[in-house]
T-cell receptor, first 111, second 117 residues
Framework: TQLLEQSPQFLSIQEGENLTVYCNSSSVFSSLQWYRQEPGEGPVLLVTVVTGGEVKKLKRLTFQFGDARKDSSLHITAAQPGDTGLYLCAGRGSTLGRLYFGRGTQLTVWP | EAGVVQSPRYKIIEKKQPVAFWCNPI?????LYWYLQNLGQGPELLIRYENEEAVDDSQLPKDRFSAERLKGVDSTLKIQPAELGDSAVYLCASSPYDRGGAYNEQFFGPGTRLTVL
């Protein structure tokens, strides 16, 4: 059972386009993290959001935590081929602070 | 500074054979995690260590999986005997000290890709 549902599962776009990836759950998380994973590598942390309604920006990436701390979104402006990768959201649950990962969104940006 | 080191990177075995994976965390990191990542899925926690103590191992299938972190530094994950369904990527991660804080960052190794034939 996936605690965190990510959509879309796959996204293929042209360089310069904007996109949004969603991470939804029926559970409340104390914090939510976004990771990016490239082929043959482990995930790398991009951002942590903690407060309901929080918005964080990392260059062309904008992350938002839902008011109820159950969902999050990642928006990329003017995507570049270097943004290609698997984007994973992960929520920190109440069970020993365990991190629960979503299935991921595979993003491909074509030049 | 060196990242999390895992070996081997790839392993192919026949079912019912044993297999072991090794992880060396970032120097000074007290917390070590083993995750399982199936194709098309996100990582799932198998076990978490705080120094030598396994503080979260409820998701480790103990009938065939075992792990150890004897000196609180590097760790070994073993499967015996392996089954076809064990084919996956096994990721190791570490963090300075996971107190359950919101901003705890886990640093992942590149993983070991296991194929069971």
């Amino acid at each position: 059972t996936q605690l965190l549902e990510q959509s879309p599962q796959f996204l293929s776009i042209q360089e310069g386009e904007n996109l949004t990836v969603y991470c939804n759950s029926s559970s409340v998380f104390s914090s939510l993290q976004w990771y990016r994973q490239e082929p043959g590598e482990g995930p790398v942390l991009l951002v942590t959001v903690v407060t309901g309604g929080e918005v964080k920006k990392l260059k062309r990436l904008t992350f938002q935590f839902g008011d109820a701390r159950k969902d999050s979104s990642l928006h990329i402006t003017a995507a570049q081929p270097g943004d290609t990768g698997l984007y994973l959201c992960a929520g920190r649950g109440s069970t020993l602070g365990r991190l629960y990962f979503g299935r991921g969104t595979q993003l491909t940006v074509w030049p | 500074e060196a990242g999390v080191v895992q070996s081997p990177r790839y392993k192919i075995i026949e079912k019912k054979q044993p297999v072991a994976f090794w992880c060396n965390p970032i120097s000074g990191h007290n917390t070590l995690y083993w995750y399982l990542q199936n194709l098309g899925q996100g990582p799932e926690l198998l076990i978490r260590y705080e120094n030598e103590e396994a503080v979260d191992d409820s998701q480790l299938p103990k009938d065939r999986f075992s792990a150890e972190r004897l000196k609180g530094v590097d760790s070994t994950l073993k499967i015996q005997p392996a089954e076809l369904g064990d084919s996956a990527v096994y990721l190791c991660a570490s963090s300075p000290y996971d107190r359950g804080g919101a901003y705890n960052e886990q640093f992942f190794g590149p993983g070991t890709r296991l194929t069971v034939l």
